[in-house]
C-alpha cells in the first residue's frame, strides 16, 4: 500500500530533532515505546502541548493589519498569513509546508500510538492506562475539530453527511491509505473521543493542565454541541463542566509590566501583563499554547468594530491591547485609526477554559428564552472583566425582555472575550446559516477591498497541497 503523505508528513515526525528521549518521533526500528510512562511521556512532550492555528483568526472580522509605515502590519506577514487576510482559499503552494496541516496531523499520530497500544504496556494499574488513552482520545478529537473547521464547510445537518470533511486517521500507520471522510462522519468521531475521553479521564490531574481532567471532556463535548446547533446537550455539558471547573479570575486584580520577560522564553523578549501562563491561569480546563507562542500578539490590531466594542472599564481592552507597541512612539495605532493592536504578552491557552463554557450556557440559554439565566452567566464573566466602579448587573428589562436583543449581548460577549483564540473563524460560518447574523466582511491590503460573503466558498482552505498530490482521489474544495 503506497505511503500516504496525508500523515503528513510524518517524515517530519520522522526525522525532526527530538524534543523527550523518544518522541519528536524515533523511527520504530530504533525505539517502540513500551511502558505507561513512555505513553505519558509522548503526552509530555513538546510536540502535544501545542494546538491550533494563529493565522486563522486573520480571516475574521476582529483582525485589521494597518499598512501605513512605520506602523505597516501587513508587510511583515509571510504570504501565506497575507492571503488568509485577503480571503484566499489557496494558502499554500505544493512546496510549502501547512504547520496546520502537518502539526495537527503529527500529533493524532502521537494520540493514535497511544490509543492503539497503550493497554498492552507493561507496568502501570488499568486505571492508569485508561486515563492516558482517555487524553489521547480528547487530544485527537480536538485535533479533528479543528481541522474540519478549516478545511471544510461548517455543520449543517441537512448536508453534513454529503459533504467532504477531513481524513479520519485513526490508526498509527504512516503506509496507510486515508480518505476524505465527511463532515458527518467527522463529527461522529469526535464526538465518540470526547465521550470515551471523559469516561476515564481524572477529575483533576496532579502533573500540569498540559494533561487533561474530566472538566476537559465535558467542555469539549459542550463545544461540539454547540456547532452542531444542539443547544440542549451544548448547555447540559456546559453546566457539567462549570460544576466540576467554574473558577474565574478577577482581572481587576492584574496589572500592565513594562517590561516584564515572559517565562521560558529564551533572552527576554518584551513583557506586557502579570496574567499567569495558560497552565497556571485558574481559568484554563486544558492547556495549550499557540505554536507561535504569542499567537498574533504584536502582529494585528483589533477591527474598528471590534474595538468600538470595548470601553475603558474593560479590563480586556486595558490589558489584552495596546495604542502602540512598543507602547510609547514611534507609532500610535489608536490616534491613527482609532484601534489598538493586539497584545495578550503571556502564554494563554488557547485550548479549553472556563469563560468559554459560561458563554456556551448563556447562549444556549438566550436562545432557550431563558434570558435571566444566559444573562447571570454573562453578568458572572463581566464582575472580573469590568472595574468594579463600571460594572453594571443586567436583567432582560435592559433588552427590553427582547429574545434577540440578550442573544446579540451574549454574542457580542463571546466576542469580547475569545478574540485571537482561534474561536472567531468558526463562529461567522455557523451565525452564518442564520440569516439574522450574516455578514460581509471587507479587508483592505494595498489598496484593494477583498470581501467575505456570507456561506462563501472562500471560508474553507484548500486542502494542503503537500498531501493531495499524493491523494488524487481527494477531494478538493471549491
Known amino acids: 500500500m503506497r505511503r500516504t503523505y496525508l500523515i503528513i508528513l510524518i517524515i517530519i515526525m520522522l526525522t525532526a530533532g527530538a524534543c523527550s528521549k523518544f518522541l519528536d518521533i524515533v523511527p520504530k526500528d530504533k525505539f517502540i515505546p513500551v511502558s505507561v510512562t513512555d505513553y505519558e511521556n509522548m503526552l509530555n512532550s513538546a510536540t502535544m502541548v501545542n494546538y491550533g492555528d494563529y493565522f486563522q483568526d486573520l480571516t475574521s472580522d476582529d ?22 487576510y485577503t480571503f484566499n482559499p489557496d494558502v499554500h503552494e505544493r512546496g510549502d509546508l501547512d504547520p496546520l496541516w502537518s502539526e495537527s496531523y503529527k500529533r493524532i499520530f502521537y494520540d493514535n500510538t497511544i490509543i492503539n497500544n497503550i493497554m498492552d504496556a507493561t507496568e502501570g494499574s488499568l486505571e492508569t492506562k485508561k486515563s492516558v488513552r482517555a487524553e489521547a482520545y480528547l487530544g485527537r478529537a480536538m485535533e479533528f475539530l479543528s481541522l474540519v473547521n478549516v478545511y471544510a464547510q461548517h455543520y449543517d445537518s441537512a448536508t453534513a453527511a454529503t459533504q467532504p470533511g477531513i481524513p479520519l486517521a485513526l490508526i498509527a500507520d504512516i503506509s496507510a491509505k486515508f480518505e476524505r471522510n465527511t463532515v458527518q462522519e467527522v463529527y461522529d468521531q469526535v464526538l465518540t473521543d470526547a465521550k470515551a475521553a471523559t469516561l476515564d479521564l481524572p477529575l483533576a490531574h496532579k502533573l500540569t493542565k498540559f494533561r487533561a481532567s474530566k472538566a476537559g471532556g465535558y467542555a469539549l463535548q459542550s463545544r461540539v454541541y454547540l456547532f452542531t446547533g444542539d443547544y440542549t446537550n451544548a448547555k447540559l455539558y456546559a453546566d457539567s463542566s462549570i460544576q466540576l471547573q467554574g473558577d474565574l479570575a478577577d482581572m481587576n486584580d492584574y496589572k500592565i509590566t513594562i517590561p516584564g520577560p515572559f517565562p521560558n522564553v529564551p533572552g527576554a523578549p518584551l513583557g506586557w501583563t502579570d496574567i499567569p501562563d495558560g497552565q497556571y491561569n485558574v481559568e484554563t480546563i486544558v492547556a495549550r499554547h499557540f505554536l507561535r507562542p504569542f499567537g498574533l500578539g504584536m502582529s494585528v490590531c483589533a477591527s474598528p468594530e471590534l474595538s468600538a466594542l470595548f470601553t475603558d472599564n474593560d479590563r480586556r481592552w486595558t490589558l489584552y491591547y495596546a495604542n502602540g507597541w512598543p507602547p510609547a512612539p ?39 428564552n431563558h434570558l435571566q439565566d444566559a444573562l447571570d452567566d454573562i453578568n458572572t464573566l ?69 470581501q467575505l460573503a456570507p456561506n462563501s466558498n472562500q471560508y474553507v482552505r484548500q486542502l494542503w497541497p503537500g498531501a493531495t498530490v499524493f491523494n488524487p482521489d481527494w477531494p478538493l474544495n471549491p
Do not use: W
Not at 501605513?68 to 501565506?80: F, H, K
Not at 463554557?357 to 432557550?368: H, K, P, V
Open 63 to 84: 483582525a485589521f493589519l494597518p499598512q501605513d509605515d512605520p506602523g505597516n502590519l501587513y508587510v511583515p506577514l509571510s504570504l501565506s498569513a497575507r492571503r488568509i
Open 330 to 368: 514611534p507609532y500610535n495605532y489608536m490616534s491613527r485609526y482609532n484601534v489598538r493592536i493586539f497584545l495578550r504578552g503571556d502564554y494563554y491557552s488557547n485550548y479549553l477554559n472556563v469563560p468559554e463554557q459560561y458563554l456556551i450556557r448563556a447562549e444556549c440559554n438566550a436562545r432557550n
Open 382 to 450: 463581566r464582575m472580573n472583566r469590568i472595574v468594579p466602579a463600571a460594572y453594571v448587573a443586567y436583567t432582560p428589562a435592559d433588552f427590553d425582555n427582547d429574545a434577540e436583543k440578550v442573544l446579540r449581548f451574549v454574542l457580542e460577549e463571546r466576542r469580547r472575550e475569545l478574540a485571537f483564540t482561534g474561536m472567531r473563524h468558526i463562529d461567522l460560518k455557523r451565525l452564518n446559516k442564520d440569516p439574522r447574523f450574516q455578514k460581509t466582511i471587507t479587508h483592505t491590503a494595498e489598496n484593494i477591498d477583498y
